[in-house]
């Protein structure tokens, strides 16, 4: 099916609630009136059947979670984000490689959004990785899109949303998303413009989520893979600009060597180096880091002793979504709520698309 999608709302201001990100997060004291979309995150998928495992969505919790944040906005919408970086991809590669496999799930997910109150369906595969994959993909969101609505043509009800959390470019592992496709049958994707360094796969320090390489244009950045996709004919409004509320810390091999390109000697803080924001807030203070901005790359980074860490602060946070509107795209989103300090960013995100004057550039 192609065409566009019926509209949830005029702009995407969303994040995702990570269920296994072992913080404590008060449902209570959040202010929902700052999102449009918020995605539940992750259900997985049973390797046998296909199907959804509802024994990973803690259902009594989204109830909960739903009924606090709707009390301040009635209109916000949820998504059953499916997958993400931990999810096993074997699976996704089964599910999607056989027309009864697809079918399975597709029809399990449409099930378990209407039996417990979704809007819509998200689709967290990180990442398909060949051509065979990218196939699978395309022929998976096609039937998707038509299970959908003739789902919504039964019950009488609004088609669910189709979404995807997609690589920062369209290109992935030498391999293209079938960009037309994802026009034709997502109502918007989720482009994950973040973790280009961590301590994990990247020796040196670097800007986790530059927005900008001003050493090569081209390079590794958000700019630079939403050229691409725009290139690649994916229409503005079908894009979400997305930014990280974590950031990545290194132990570093020289303390007096502090800035980019820093030889480093694996993670710092915690075991695979991956800090929240809160959490990178806290440790300024407690250990007298000293902090850098660096509007080039438009980022943030800190260091004390041997520890670097590369994040992204509201200063940061507001560029970017000042970007996302100035071009064009649909919205932002981020990853994830709980990393939030106090939902600082997310409150600085949402006024700063509100006041974003695209007339005027400012």
Same mark, same amino acid.
């Given at each position: 099916?192609?065409?566009?999608?019926?509209?949830?709302?005029?702009?995407?201001?969303?994040?995702?609630?990570?269920?296994?990100?072992?913080?404590?997060?008060?449902?209570?004291?959040?202010?929902?009136?700052?999102?449009?979309?918020?995605?539940?995150?992750?259900?997985?998928?049973?390797?046998?059947?296909?199907?959804?495992?509802?024994?990973?969505?803690?259902?009594?919790?989204?109830?909960?979670?739903?009924?606090?944040?709707?009390?301040?906005?009635?209109?916000?919408?949820?998504?059953?984000?499916?997958?993400?970086?931990?999810?096993?991809?074997?699976?996704?590669?089964?599910?999607?490689?056989?027309?009864?496999?697809?079918?399975?799930?597709?029809?399990?997910?449409?099930?378990?959004?209407?039996?417990?109150?979704?809007?819509?369906? #998200?689709? *967290?595969?990180?990442? %398909?990785?060949?051509? /065979?994959?990218?196939?699978?993909? +395309?022929?998976? @969101?096609?039937?998707?899109?038509?299970?959908?609505?003739?789902?919504?043509?039964?019950?009488?009800?609004?088609?669910?949303?189709?979404?995807?959390?997609?690589?920062?470019?369209?290109?992935?592992?030498?391999?293209?998303?079938?960009?037309?496709?994802?026009?034709?049958?997502?109502?918007?994707?989720?482009?994950?413009?973040?973790?280009?360094?961590?301590?994990?796969?990247?020796?040196?320090?670097?800007?986790?989520?530059?927005?900008?390489?001003?050493?090569?244009?081209?390079?590794?950045?958000?700019?630079?893979?939403?050229?691409?996709?725009?290139?690649?004919?994916?229409?503005?409004?079908?894009?979400?600009?997305?930014?990280?509320?974590?950031?990545?810390?290194?132990?570093?091999?020289?303390?007096?060597?502090?800035?980019?390109?820093?030889?480093? #000697?694996? *993670?710092?803080?915690? %075991?695979?180096?991956? /800090?929240?924001?809160?959490?990178? +807030?806290?440790? @300024?203070?407690?250990?007298?880091?000293?902090?850098?901005?660096?509007?080039?790359?438009?980022?943030?980074?800190?260091?004390?002793?041997?520890?670097?860490?590369?994040?992204?602060?509201?200063?940061?946070?507001?560029?970017?979504?000042?970007?996302?509107?100035?071009?064009?795209?649909?919205?932002?989103?981020?990853?994830?709520?709980?990393?939030?300090?106090?939902?600082?960013?997310?409150?600085?995100?949402?006024?700063?698309?509100?006041?974003?004057?695209?007339?005027?550039?400012?």
């Amino acid at each position: 099916m192609s065409g566009e999608m019926l509209r949830s709302s005029p702009v995407v201001k969303a994040s995702y609630y990570y269920l296994n990100s072992g913080k404590k997060f008060e449902t209570t004291t959040m202010d929902s009136t700052v999102f449009t979309h918020l995605f539940w995150a992750f259900a997985q998928i049973d390797p046998s059947s296909h199907k959804i495992d509802l024994s990973t969505m803690n259902l009594p919790q989204f109830y909960k979670f739903t009924e606090i944040a709707q009390l301040k906005n009635k209109p916000l919408q949820f998504l059953l984000s499916i997958g993400g970086k931990n999810a096993e991809k074997t699976v996704f590669d089964s599910m999607t490689s056989k027309p009864e496999n697809r079918k399975a799930f597709i029809d399990s997910s449409i099930s378990v959004a209407r039996e417990y109150g979704f809007q819509g369906l #998200d689709l *967290a595969w990180e990442y %398909p990785s060949n051509i /065979v994959e990218m196939a699978n993909f +395309k022929k998976l @969101i096609e039937e998707w899109r038509v299970a959908v609505q003739d789902d919504s043509d039964t019950t009488g009800l609004l088609p669910l949303l189709l979404t995807a959390a997609v690589h920062y470019s369209p290109d992935y592992n030498s391999v293209q998303y079938p960009v037309q496709a994802i026009a034709d049958n997502l109502d918007f994707v989720n482009i994950m413009s973040y973790d280009f360094y961590g301590p994990g796969w990247s020796e040196v320090t670097g800007p986790p989520a530059a927005l900008y390489d001003p050493s090569n244009p081209a390079g590794v950045s958000g700019d630079s893979g939403l050229r691409k996709w725009l290139d690649a004919n994916l229409p503005a409004k079908k894009a979400v600009l997305g930014f990280s509320y974590c950031g990545w810390a290194w132990k570093l091999e020289d303390p007096k060597t502090d800035g980019y390109d820093a030889a480093t #000697d694996g *993670a710092a803080i915690t %075991p695979d180096g991956s /800090v929240t924001y809160d959490e990178i +807030k806290d440790y @300024i203070v407690s250990s007298g880091a000293a902090t850098y901005h660096d509007p080039a790359v438009v980022g943030f980074y800190c260091h004390a002793g041997t520890t670097w860490i590369g994040y992204d602060d509201n200063q940061s946070i507001v560029t970017k979504v000042k970007y996302a509107k100035l071009n064009g795209l649909y919205g932002y989103f981020s990853w994830h709520l709980a990393a939030d300090f106090d939902g600082g960013l997310s409150r600085a995100a949402s006024l700063a698309w509100d006041t974003t004057d695209i007339t005027t550039g400012k």
